[in-house]
Antibody, heavy 118, light 107 residues
Framework: EVQLQESGPGLVKPSQSLSLTCSVTGYSITSNYWGWIRKFPGNKMEWMGYISYSGSTSYNPSLKSRISITRDTSKNQFFLQLNSVTTEDTATYYC????????????WGQGVMVTVSS | DVQMTQSPSYLAASPGESVSISCKAS??????LAWYQEKPGKANKLLIYSGSTLQSGTPSRFSGSGSGTDFTLTIRSLEPEDFTVYYCQHYNEYPPTFGAGTKLELK
């Protein structure tokens, strides 16, 4: 069974970087696309970006200058880094797998709440 | 970006009833639309993709319809476990965007 689990600090200070890990079991991240999505207080959801089976990336233009998604295939993990965070980045962050050959999300992690506050 | 307008935001119904949730795109997205179910403490569940294709494991009381800009998620004969939050998402172009969600509550 495909399972995803987000991990990382729950509190980040403004202007610092937010770093999260998505650990995947039951499926190789060298297949499919893998994404990060966040849900803000108030429930608006935002797609942040993808990393492909080959390691190429695509980011939401609204975040392009601040975001980086990378991976470690030996650990079957992929990572999110969001720089220069503000309180507006307070959200629940999810990692997810894209359906084969497509860009909807067929498996999700449970999400990790990240608060940006001094 | 394609804006996804989901309605209603809240919907009250009783077990056994049928309900429909609408999702309208600001431009044509063909049938590149997915529906998700969200429950507290659980991973989001993909219900439907390509507008009307049920994901494996989705009960047959769920159905999706539509193409272009107008889409509908219908749940027939509501079960107690269906009372939760639903989201639509387009994936026709970058960036994919989500609807604002519909909370289905017990009447």
């Amino acid at each position: 069974e495909v399972q995803l689990q987000e991990s990382g600090p729950g509190l980040v200070k403004p202007s610092q970087s937010l770093s999260l890990t998505c650990s995947v079991t039951g499926y190789s991240i060298t297949s499919n696309y893998w994404g990060w999505i966040r849900k803000f207080p108030g429930n608006k959801m935002e797609w942040m970006g993808y990393i492909s089976y080959s390691g190429s990336t695509s980011y939401n233009p609204s975040l392009k200058s601040r975001i980086s998604i990378t991976r470690d295939t030996s650990k079957n993990q992929f990572f999110l880094q969001l720089n220069s965070v503000t309180t507006e980045d307070t959200a629940t962050y999810y990692c997810a797998r894209c359906g084969y050959g497509s860009y909807y999300f067929d498996y999700w992690g449970q999400g990790v709440m990240v608060t940006v506050s001094s | 970006d394609v804006q996804m307008t989901q309605s209603p935001s809240y919907l009250a119904a009783s077990p056994g009833e049928s309900v429909s949730i609408s999702c309208k795109a600001s431009k044509s997205i063909s049938t590149y639309l997915a529906w998700y179910q969200e429950k507290p403490g659980k991973a989001n569940k993909l219900l439907i993709y390509s507008g009307s294709t049920l994901q494996s494991g989705t009960p047959s009381r769920f159905s999706g319809s539509g193409s272009g800009t107008d889409f509908t998620l219908t749940i027939r004969s509501l079960e107690p476990e269906d009372f939760t939050v639903y989201y639509c998402q387009h994936y026709n172009e970058y960036p994919p965007t989500f609807g604002a969600g519909t909370k289905l509550e017990l009447k």
